[in-house]
């Protein structure tokens, strides 16, 4: 028996292909065909304008763009028919599937107090406490939540709150007596299961009612789960402010309230942002019933369909039927599960074969129970000709994906694969892959350390950008700083780099030479700065930091950020005007990084001198020690390059990362961290679409059983040792030996000739040939330079961005 099996290796500028045919009787591959398609590249020129024009027109409703419920769907439409309709059904066969897609219900704000409570019971249900204790923890849970009605407390003490940490969970429990009180100068005894650091939401709707309803002086019980939903549909449907006041006024006199009261405080709610969950309101109220406990699910439970009963029912009889011996669990419940209900569905259900299995459910339970599935699969399609992707090719939307890399890369996959498919049909009309094989651009999977790496960094980013705003904010109430604006991203982001660099270096000041030294108003201790970095107050950690407290350290701040190329202070109060830039350091016309550590800040005018030049090897080389004016009179002379470099070394001493940025002598090579998140993004994508071609009959999941992701060490393990290495560079060699004929240059690499006793290409690295530099010489991919990437990108613009595809069959 042989099989086909089709291995792809996407990234953002080339796609990669292999088709190899194994037999599996004889454990031998053959390679059919390998190839690669080149994504062409483009640049934008920037026209110059005599006149700018500004219009700001009312905004376009974007609702078309919100993301549709991966459970329920409104129907199908297909595309016009001979008369020019387009045809809509609630239902389709089995054949319609091709001809028609599917129309999903838009997911829901998550604002919507539906959603908050959704949200609320799986983080309850989700939730574990864990005594800290030695190598490693004890699980408190049980001990904690003993039972329902003490679930359901825990759910009207969070109910009521903005957001919660971990501290507010902990302490709740300390009250109840279940957990002991941490003595004063103790280590923390206990811990949950999220990050130590985070703060999470939990119903700030409700939370913003509750309060409103004080100011007001009405009881909170008029505030019933009914009330709240009519109540937020009227702040999240109503957008002008007038419209908005008469809606609250009818409101209110609908429930025999005090009219001007009621309108004049809640009219004071500011508007919802527009973020949406991953679930629409209509399977949200079918999945509730099943997630509550309690007075809550004794007020929901009639709300459960009869088949989900029956559906849950039979979950439970297979359960009944399994022996709980631990050891041989895994085994028990292999032989009494199927296609039907898989094994983690009957395992998670074991916990409740004591218990009512209908409450209490955690969310893919629930899922299952009311969908019979619970991947993120919501329309599961078969591809069985190369003309299904033609078709999805012509209903794409362009711009769709909002990411025009990740939309290029994907559309140039499908293309790709639909002519390779094609291509074999024309050899063998019974063609089909039998699996394929997509590298993804990510690990599979962290480690506990990774993963804890992540989470310290996520928190430190979040941290920041509150005291970013809360500096803000502080300095537009001060009166003393120019055209300040909290909100502004573009202001936020030159904070945090103005910080960054006061931050780091305020120790080394003393020590740059050739630059303004700053007037030091006051010195803090290194720990009252690192408290308030972390929003906690200096005297006492345990409480948030104090508006006094991040006023004393905005005036630390102001002893300045040195300009990285004139070393010139520039002031905190002038920070946000327009003569001061952030400049990237590599510029982004020649190499897309748009981190933190790619940015310093600078005037304007010396940005502008500076233009697409690197600083240290090209600018500061020709325009080292020049005066530029910086407009009304004034002007700043650049360092030297010998200056710059040591001013760099000096006061970038911290952030390697942004020290090697400033005196890179040529545009870094290799991937970059945009390129990165594109690949990720582009691989999950990839991987739903092409599990529709190796998706067999009834398969419901989402990743088929055949569509197998691997990392990238996996395959580059593999090229190896099946010699697929050396294949490609014996097929592409021509190619690139043609590209240096027709150049009358080296820019495309050079090849050693030399064989072994086989006659084929050597693989030991000493018998190969070295540049005066002392590069390996022996493979293409390796010895293709930086010139030669230039030379072919621009020869693929001159040739208006067509695409070049090269199969290469045996």
Sequence with gaps: MKKKILGLDLGTNSIGWALVENDLEN???????????????????????????????????KKSTIAECQYETKGFISKKDEAGKIV??????????????????????????LYIEFRLWQFLHNLKIYEIKGAKDIDKTKECLRNEEEYVALFDFLNDKKEVKETDVINYFVKKKVLEK???????????????????PVNPTRHQFLSKCKKAEISSDFLTNKVEQKLWHIFYSVTDKNELEKALKKFAEKHNLNQENFANEFVKIPKYPSQYGAYSEKAIKKLLPLMRMGKYYDDSKNEIPDEVTKRVTAIMERVEEIDFDEKKIDEKIKKVADDAIPQQILKSFISFKDKDPLRGLNTYQACYAIYERHSEASDVPQWKTPECIDKYLKGFKQHSLRNPIVEQVVLETLRTVRDIWKDNLEKDPEFK?????????????????????????????????????????????????????????????KLKLYEEGVFENYQSLDELEGVEKPFIKNKLEESYINNVRKLKSPKDTKK?????????????????YVSPYTGRIIPLNKLFTRDYEVDHIIPQSRYFDDSYNNKVICEKAVNGHKDNSLAYSEWLEKQG?????????????????????????KYFKKNKIKLKNLLAEEIPEGFINRQQNDSRY???????????????????????KKLIPVTGAITAKLKKDWGLNDKWNELIAPRFKRMNELTGTKHFGSMDDEKDDKGKPTDDKNNQKKDEKGNLLYDYAEAFSEEGVVALNENIIKLNGKRFHHPIYK
């Design 544 to 560: 948030p930091v104090t508006k006094a407290e991040i006023k004393k350290y905005r005036l630390w701040l102001e002893q300045g």
């Design 433 to 493: 892959f039998d699996e394929i094989h997509l590298e993804l651009g990510r690990d599979m999977k962290n480690s506990a350390d990774q993963r804890k790496k992540i989470s310290s960094r996520q928190s430190e980013n979040e941290t920041t950008n509150k005291r970013v705003y809360e500096l803000l904010k502080e300095m537009k109430a001060d009166g003393n700083f120019e055209d300040v604006r909290p909100y502004s991203p573009q202001h936020q982001e």
């Design 27 to 61: 454990k031998q591959g053959e390679i059919k065909g390998l190839g690669s398609r080149i994504i062409p590249m483009s640049q934008a020129v920037l026209g110059k304008f005599d006149d700018i024009i500004f219009y700001h027109r009312p905004l376009k409703s």
């Design 88 to 113: 809509f059904k609630k239902e389709i066969t089995d054949a319609d599937k091709t001809e028609f897609t599917r129309v999903g219900v838009k997911v829901t704000s998550k604002s919507n107090p």
């Design 682 to 704: 582009i691989a999950k994508l990839v991987k739903g679409l092409l599990g529709n071609i190796v998706r067999e009959e009834n398969e419901q999941e989402a990743t088929p």
């Design 625 to 649: 020690g020049k005066e530029i004016d910086l407009g009304n009179g004034g002007k700043v002379a650049l360092l030297t390059k010998e200056n710059f470099k040591n001013h760099c070394e």
């Design 182 to 200: 941490v003595k004063k100068g103790e280590d923390e005894k206990y811990r949950w299961n999220y990050p130590s650091d985070k703060t999470y």
